[in-house]
């Protein structure tokens, strides 16, 4: 978010290539890990509702 402000407030990316390829991977690893994660947690919650006995 901070880089996004300091790109709006100068009118261009300041920060280097190399910040922009490590925040635009921080950005696509952020995103894979939330989806990995909530797509577990429906899984774990859907076995605990269907064999709520079994559910760990």
């Known amino acids: 978010m901070t880089s996004e ?3 709006e407030v100068f009118g261009e990316w300041i920060l280097g290539a ?7 991977y921080g950005q ?6 939330t ?6 947690m429906s899984y774990d919650r859907y076995q605990a ?3 709520p006995l079994h559910s760990t």
């Open 5 to 7: 402000l300091l790109f």
């Open 18 to 24: 190399a910040a922009c390829k490590a925040i635009v």
């Open 28 to 33: 696509i690893v952020t995103l894979a890990s």
């Open 35 to 40: 989806t990995f994660i909530l797509t577990t």
């Open 49 to 51: 509702i269907c064999s």
